[in-house]
């Protein structure tokens, strides 16, 4: 079956016995077959819903600045922004080159710049250093851009529920039948089998274990420089 949501579906119809759906009965389902339809979605939900930071839902963005505006509204659909991946990209026009921006806090900001919102002289704009957070769901920068520069960032986004036949779920399909075992667990519980729930569901919580094992989980490295009798000793040790 395609990877797409009907084809979820009814992966899910025929591990319970149901006859499959088709195109053109999928948007009218009710009953039993709704429930299935509802279960998929919640499984998709409870797998991003369990970690912040999935690959899969990672997005590359820029936004072009606005000479003198400092402040810039977040994604609709951002979950979280990884703030030490902005930089300034390399334009020739412009005659930048590509540029980290350093992280400062909100409460700096307001310590030592947030003149710059106030003052329209165009002297007082330049190409920012930093990038900061407000309370209120934007970024913003210093100083105010005295260009049209182009900022690129990271974040990781909130996925919507699938809603037409056809959609495909941002979860890779090597993860097709986690979604099914959730979809499953939901569905037992639809239909008051309370054993079979429990048990999907157990399986459900291993493979998303598994998901973070091979995405998730990551090793650093300590350098150690401990200085030993007659000579330096350099090692790394792993954490995690």
Same mark, same amino acid.
Request: with cysteine.
């Given at each position: 079956?395609?990877?797409?949501?009907?084809?979820?579906?009814?992966?899910?119809?025929?591990?319970?016995?149901?006859?499959?759906?088709?195109?053109?009965?999928?948007?009218?389902?009710?009953?039993?077959?709704?429930?299935?339809?509802?279960?998929?979605?919640?499984?998709?939900?409870?797998?991003?819903?369990?970690?912040?930071?999935?690959?899969?839902?990672?997005?590359?963005?820029?936004?072009?600045?606005?000479?003198?505006?400092?402040?810039?509204?977040?994604?609709?659909?951002?979950?979280?922004?990884?703030?030490?991946?902005?930089?300034?990209?390399?334009?020739?026009?412009?005659?930048?080159?590509?540029?980290?921006?350093?992280?400062?806090?909100?409460?700096?900001?307001?310590?030592?710049?947030?003149?710059?919102?106030?003052?329209?002289?165009?002297?007082?704009?330049?190409?920012?250093?930093?990038?900061?957070?407000?309370?209120?769901?934007?970024?913003?920068?210093?100083?105010?851009?005295?260009?049209? +520069? $182009?900022?690129? @960032?990271? #974040?990781? !986004?909130?996925? *919507?529920?699938?809603?037409? &036949?056809?959609? =495909?779920?941002?979860?890779?399909?090597?993860?097709?039948?986690?979604?099914?075992?959730?979809?499953?667990?939901?569905?037992?519980?639809?239909?008051?089998?309370?054993?079979?729930?429990?048990?999907?569901?157990?399986?459900?919580?291993?493979?998303?274990?598994?998901?973070?094992?091979? +995405? $998730?989980?990551? @090793?650093? #490295?300590? !350098?150690?420089? *401990?200085?030993?009798?007659? &000579?330096?000793? =350099?090692?790394?040790?792993?954490?995690?």
């Amino acid at each position: 079956m395609a990877y797409n949501y009907i084809g979820l579906v009814n992966d899910v119809n025929h591990r319970l016995n149901e006859v499959e759906l088709t195109s053109v009965n999928f948007s009218a389902a009710v009953g039993e077959y709704s429930a299935i339809k509802d279960a998929v979605n919640a499984s998709i939900r409870y797998i991003n819903q369990h970690e912040y930071e999935w690959p899969f839902n990672h997005v590359d963005q820029e936004e072009t600045l606005t000479a003198g505006t400092v402040r810039y509204a977040f994604p609709s659909d951002c979950k979280t922004i990884d703030f030490s991946s902005f930089r300034i990209k390399r334009d020739a026009t412009l005659g930048n080159a590509t540029k980290r921006l350093n992280v400062i806090t909100y409460e700096e900001y307001l310590d030592k710049h947030v003149d710059i919102e106030y003052n329209d002289s165009t002297t007082a704009r330049a190409l920012p250093d930093y990038v900061f957070r407000t309370p209120s769901l934007e970024f913003g920068f210093v100083a105010a851009p005295d260009k049209a +520069y $182009i900022v690129c @960032y990271e #974040y990781y !986004r909130l996925p *919507v529920d699938l809603i037409s &036949h056809s959609d =495909v779920p941002a979860i890779p399909e090597q993860f097709r039948n986690t979604i099914i075992d959730g979809a499953m667990h939901y569905a037992y519980l639809f239909r008051g089998e309370s054993q079979e729930a429990s048990m999907m569901q157990q399986r459900f919580l291993d493979e998303i274990k598994s998901m973070r094992s091979l +995405y $998730i989980n990551r @090793y650093d #490295y300590l !350098r150690s420089t *401990v200085i030993t009798r007659g &000579h330096t000793s =350099v090692s790394s040790f792993r954490v995690g």
